[in-house]
């Protein structure tokens, strides 16, 4: 489903850090699937989704040589990792069923962000780094603050994500 074409993004998935964890312990696949998971629930109005894991998987850029069974495990795996680890969704697996996800509600400030930012094919074409610097963009934008006047360090003191990923992501704009 196209993703509105701007969004309301919880500034408290920022300020508790989730992402920058999430590209400090390499999980880029858990990253986009959760913001492409965020994107579709803001598309449905609601925080509820049913997921059929093998288009899911084509949108995250998976092989397509890849089994279905593959497929569906690594999906499965970053699903479970988005629930456990980081506390981000509720899921369940019913057997031969598309899957069933529930996003954390967030409540708290929320900053507009353009929709584009949480589009599969934006995701899969883009690194990590980069999709943060863009959030990171917004957020500052509305304080008045253009992110190229920030260096690397003041970048990595306000929004936790480490210093050589800001450099990494910049050079790769």
Do not use: C
Request: charged share 30%; aromatic share 6%; hydrophobic share 40%.
């Amino acid at each position: 489903v196209a993703v509105p074409e701007t969004v309301e993004f919880p500034l408290e998935i920022i300020d508790q850090k989730m992402l920058p964890k999430m590209i400090a312990s390499s999980d880029e696949r858990a990253m986009d699937l959760y913001l492409i998971l965020f994107g579709q629930a803001q598309a449905a109005k609601q925080n509820h989704l049913e997921l059929d894991l093998e288009t899911l998987a084509s949108g995250l850029g998976l092989p397509r040589d890849w089994s279905r069974s593959q497929i569906r495990r690594q999906i499965i795996k970053t699903l479970r990792k988005l629930a456990g680890r980081y506390g981000l969704i509720e899921s369940e697996f019913p057997y031969a069923k598309n899957a069933r996800i529930r996003l954390k509600e967030w409540g708290g400030e929320k900053i507009k962000i353009p929709g584009r930012l949480l589009e599969p094919e934006f995701l899969s074409k883009t690194e990590p780094g980069v999709v943060f610097l863009e959030l990171a963009r917004e957020i500052l934008k509305r304080e008045g603050v253009d992110i190229e006047t920030l260096s690397a360090p003041e970048l990595e003191a306000r929004f936790g994500i480490g210093k050589s990923t800001v450099v990494h992501a910049r050079a790769a704009r």
